[in-house]
């Protein structure tokens, strides 16, 4: 359905050019004109007080499947993300073969999700044919092209299981997809050696697309993967994406003053490299990802739970864990977010510190026993991160801003107040405040940096990084996906107790030039495409 012509009048044009006021006319799903002065359309907003910007980009995403369970994106379009860009850290929805897929069907059969598809080219047309109301972009994942070459092995890919990769990769690029991810935290992809990651960005950067990496470590090695990421970017010649730049531990704080020397340093050579992050202190992923050496979970999902069902393996992992992690308020930190809606809900929201207490136990045999219980299924919130840290990042140039989460839904009235795709489980705050929590904390009372600058970190930057045309900045001819908000009010109010919660301040959004917020209030409207590298 083609969207109406609209005018925004009033307001004061927000982006990377500055703030001036005028007003837009909207036609077709674009920008048809900007003037000081317009008549009104058939559908007139008045945006008086307001600044009108583009639409928030939002550069790394996990909505590959929760996008099919709801649609609406209330997450995202209410704090003005217009676009959202999934298929980070290596796990893509495509191609989906073996135990990859297993895991995929395991993790959403619970959501009321068939994974009817196999390929990049499957999985583009189902989503072609579902609603949306956010605009979506892929990135085909490292971890799912080495799961379809040579499943969870612990070994150096040969030279047909390469081919293999590269030829699945270049069939996703041809589908559509912006570029390759990789996971190296993460099983399959944490298996890979800098030359299977070169060769397969090599081949990303030949197709027109870019390269982004969750790092082999943010810990102890930060400085070492950083450098390996660049290195890769070296030999391949692709522009990269370095995700979510953080430091983890206090005892690693220090480290991110040399990471960022190392950046700026590679930016001045002439490599094409930024980054980007979250603004809060807490990251979240599987639980299993987070604790266990990468040799307790190769072979996949059944080798890693004969592993911490036997007595002596556990003891050997509880004394490289705590080696690792030996902050004695490690088990304080970590914070159990979801586990399976059919399983018991118990543990959720309680610290492995809680768990254990209550039970009488060890920490860890507490958190390998609800590994155990919900076959490896639970993600947990760990604090580890320093503010100082962060505003030295937010202050890089080359920083864009991104949630790393997936889209989520709000929970029904008097309902379940944690945000999962169906209302359950707990959420990060970051799903739903990313935006604001930048512009309202670190641009508006910080002064990390000006207006323009704080929009273009949300808008033109990550446009340009992924490739997007014709959105992320006002410009007659230019998409029109537009967030209308108060710079007086933004403001994020999710929390790590309740973080299904809109943000204030943002009044208006449009996507494809249909108004999908109104007045704070999602409208039903799902004007949301399917985007296509290339596409114009």
């Not at 140039?397 to 989520?408: E, F, K, N, T």
């Amino acid at each position: 359905m083609m969207a109406g012509d609209w005018t925004i009048r009033g307001g004061s044009l927000l982006d990377e050019g500055g703030l001036r006021r005028a007003d837009l006319a909207l036609s077709g799903g674009r920008i048809s004109r900007i003037a000081p002065a317009l008549p009104p359309a058939a559908s007139d907003l008045g945006a008086a007080g307001l600044a009108v910007a583009p639409g928030f980009i939002d550069i790394h995403c996990h909505s590959e499947f929760s996008a099919f369970v709801y649609p609406r994106a209330d997450s995202k379009v209410l704090a003005g993300v217009t676009t959202d860009v999934s298929g980070n850290c290596g796990a893509s929805p495509f191609p989906l073969t073996g135990e990859f897929r297993r895991r995929r069907q395991d993790e959403w059969s619970h959501y009321g999700l068939t994974i009817d598809w196999q390929s990049a080219a499957e999985y583009y047309r189902r989503a072609e044919a579902a609603p949306s109301s956010v605009n979506r972009a892929m990135l085909v994942g490292h971890g799912a092209l080495r799961a379809a070459a040579l499943g969870y092995a612990d070994r150096p890919a040969d030279g047909r299981q390469r081919r293999r990769m590269r030829r699945l990769l270049e069939e996703a690029l041809d589908a559509g997809a912006f570029g390759l991810s990789s996971g190296l935290l993460y099983p399959p992809g944490c298996y890979a050696d800098v030359e299977e990651l070169t060769d397969l960005a090599r081949a990303c950067a030949a197709g027109g697309g870019y390269y982004t990496s969750h790092i082999r470590s943010e810990g102890a090695g930060l400085v070492e993967a950083v450098e390996e990421f660049l290195e890769v970017l070296r030999r391949s010649g692709a522009r990269g994406q370095l995700s979510h730049l953080k430091a983890a531990g206090a005892d690693n704080w220090p480290r991110m003053d040399e990471v960022l020397r190392r950046l700026r340093a590679a930016r001045d050579t002439g490599l094409a490299v930024a980054a980007d992050r979250y603004p809060y202190l807490a990251s979240m992923t599987d639980l299993d990802s987070m604790l266990l050496p990468k040799w307790a979970v190769a072979g996949g999902r059944e080798e890693e739970l004969s592993r911490l069902t036997d007595p002596t393996t556990r003891r050997r992992l509880a004394e490289e864990i705590r080696a690792r992690m030996p902050e004695p308020d490690f088990f304080d930190r970590v914070r159990i977010a979801s586990v399976p809606p059919g399983g018991s809900q118990a543990a959720v929201g309680r610290t492995l510190r809680e768990l254990a207490d209550a039970a009488g136990r060890d920490p860890l045999d507490a958190a390998f026993d609800l590994l155990i219980e919900h076959r490896t299924q639970v993600s947990s919130i760990h604090f580890s991160m320093s503010e100082e840290n962060l505003r030295d990042i937010y202050r890089e140039p080359y920083v864009a801003v991104g949630s790393d989460s997936g889209l989520r839904g709000l929970p029904a009235e008097g309902g379940p107040a944690g945000g999962g795709p169906t209302g359950g489980g707990l959420a990060h705050p970051r799903a739903y405040g990313t935006p604001a929590r930048f512009l309202g904390t670190y641009v508006r009372d910080l002064g990390l940096m000006d207006w323009p600058e704080g929009i273009r970190r949300l808008t033109s930057l990550p446009a340009d990084v992924v490739g997007l045309k014709g959105r992320g900045r006002l410009a007659e001819g230019a998409w029109a996906d537009l967030v209308v908000f108060d710079r007086d009010r933004i403001a994020d109010l999710a929390t790590y107790e309740r973080p299904a919660a809109a943000p204030a301040g943002i009044r208006h959004v449009f996507v494809c030039g249909e108004r999908v917020v109104a007045d704070g209030r999602h409208t039903g409207a799902t004007p949301g495409r399917v985007l296509r590298r290339g596409d114009s």
